[in-house]
């Protein structure tokens, strides 16, 4: 079964610094991997997503994330952080055995925090 | 605009009680889904349903039943059976399966007293 491991349940950067959250992945065949964000008291948020067409994958809010199967990463990052980035960031990994319905097993989340 | 709506957002209860929560989407999705919340320990997926009268046990099923008798709602009730039950709610759906995205609502808050 699919699993994917989050590297720091908590991650603090200043704004204008580099973003990098760390995101690592099992998986028997090729994943479908997902980044997703959530603000406070809100649903889930697609960032970007990874379907096999490249390896590097551009998203919502000048996010990006690489696919390295040699590694089995997939991390997220941003060249400049803004304020409005503050939330917590889940990796996932689509489990495709259950024809018709996607199941995502998520990450343990981590919540990034912007320091003026 | 096409969305989930869930309802309520913040519901308390106490012990013994059960409660439904509601989930409506307008996007003609076929598969729907309810997620737990917990601090630190991700998304747990509780149910899913890919066709209207079907639906499926996920990984934390114990404590919950959900019924799917219209395309568009997917209501989950949390039962007395349910040992811990406070957590943050979300429900989800979506196209299909394979690189298809989840689609989510707001989430329900339940707090047992």
């Known amino acids: 079964a699919q699993s994917v491991t989050q590297l720091g349940s908590h991650v603090s950067v200043s704004e204008g610094a580099l973003v990098l959250l760390r995101c690592n992945y099992s998986?028997?065949?090729?994943?479908?991997l997902f980044w997703y964000v959530q603000y406070p008291n809100q649903g889930l948020q697609l960032l970007l997503k990874y379907t096999s067409a490249a390896t590097l994958v551009k998203g919502i809010n000048g996010f990006e994330a690489e696919f390295k199967k040699s590694e089995t990463s997939f991390h997220l990052t941003k060249p400049s952080a803004h304020m409005s980035d503050a939330a917590e960031y889940f990796c996932?990994?689509?489990?495709?055995?259950?024809?018709?319905?996607?199941?995502?097993?998520f990450g343990q989340g981590t919540r990034l925090t912007i320091n003026p | 605009d096409g969305g989930i709506t869930q309802s309520p957002k913040y519901l308390f209860r106490k012990e013994g009680q059960n409660v439904t929560l509601s989930c409506e989407q307008n996007?003609?999705?076929?598969?729907m889904y309810w997620y737990r919340q917990d601090p630190g320990q991700g998304l747990r997926l509780i149910y899913y349903s890919q066709i209207v009268n079907d639906f499926q046990k996920g990984d934390i099923a114990e404590g919950y039943s959900v019924s799917r008798e219209k395309k568009e709602s997917f209501p989950l009730t949390v039962t007395s059976a349910q040992k811990n039950p406070t957590a943050f709610y979300l429900c989800?759906?979506?196209?299909?399966?394979?690189?298809?995205?989840?689609?989510f609502g707001a989430g329900s808050r339940l707090t047992v007293l």
């Open positions: 998986s028997s065949v090729p994943p479908y």
């Open positions: 989800a759906s979506s196209i299909g399966w394979g690189a298809n995205v989840l689609t």
């Open positions: 996007l003609n999705h076929d598969a």
């Open positions: 996932a990994v689509s489990d495709a055995v259950a024809q018709g319905a996607q199941k995502l097993v």
